[in-house]
């Protein structure tokens, strides 16, 4: 039977130098679904996404990704594996044009005629900005168009799974808008997606799942549905209530 579950940690402890940063991180994330990983500032959010990819190594515990262990594979093997990574700072070629940046991206094209035609229609449906300031500097563009630029490169190539470190940071509502219902479409492609986030309105409007982090553990998991409607719950976890 397959494992309804994508990716999973397990008992996953991290540490940065000296620093003990995750305590045991258990995590589930179902095929098919978004789910929303919460948390306040310094809850160990960004440090669960860079074990994951294999950035920072687990000292303790397992991550899973389906059927394979990949606990102990490096950057490049997770990637091949079919997960995207956009990094909090996304990781952009400022030099780069906007084709120059999805050229790199699309590991099997060598120039811009070989990525396939289909997906790039798709990409430009979901972010006409990439498509009209396609010869433009990234570095030109503004924060939610290299936002758009990020999430863009990660899927230039099919990818089984996306992982987004905070996409609508700084970002204006209009903006946010747009990326919400570009994650909604993602979605209904069949991509499954983990998200750290700290618009609420943005992780209540996408999220199927969510997993809230404290002090470098998961405090609680569940539906993001049931989560939205436990004021009390929100108040205690986030200090604050959707």
Do not use: C
């Not at 940063?21 to 095929?31: E, F, N, S």
């Not at 996304?90 to 084709?99: E, P, Q, R, Y």
């Not at 209904?188 to 470098?216: K, W």
């Amino acid at each position: 039977m397959t494992n309804p579950n994508l990716l999973t940690l397990e008992g996953v402890h991290t540490h940065i130098g000296a620093y003990h940063i995750l305590h045991g991180v258990d995590l589930a994330v179902p095929r098919g679904q978004l789910t929303m990983l919460l948390g306040r500032n310094g809850a160990g959010k960004t440090t669960t996404l860079r074990t994951i990819m294999g950035l920072w190594h687990a000292s303790q515990g397992r991550v899973r990704f389906g059927d394979k262990e990949i606990t102990v594979h490096n950057t490049p093997q997770i990637a091949g594996l079919g997960i995207a990574y956009v990094p909090e700072n996304m990781g952009i070629f400022s030099d780069l044009t906007v084709k120059e940046n999805m050229l790199l991206a699309a590991r099997g094209a060598k120039n811009a005629q070989q990525i396939d035609d289909t997906r790039l229609k798709w990409i430009f449906k979901l972010f006409p900005a990439v498509e009209k300031f396609w010869n433009h500097p990234a570095g030109k563009l503004s924060g939610g168009q290299k936002q758009m630029l990020a999430v863009s490169r990660a899927i230039v190539e099919p990818r089984e799974l996306l992982i987004i470190d905070e996409p609508s940071k700084g970002l204006a509502p209009v903006m946010i808008n747009n990326m919400i219902d570009a994650f909604a479409e993602l979605k209904r492609s069949g991509v499954t997606i983990l998200l750290v986030e700290q618009n609420i309105n943005f992780a209540q409007r996408l999220g199927d799942t969510v997993a809230v982090m404290d002090n470098g553990r998961v405090v609680h998991s569940g539906s993001m549905a049931a989560f939205s409607a436990d004021a009390q719950l929100q108040q205690s976890l986030l200090g604050l209530a959707l």
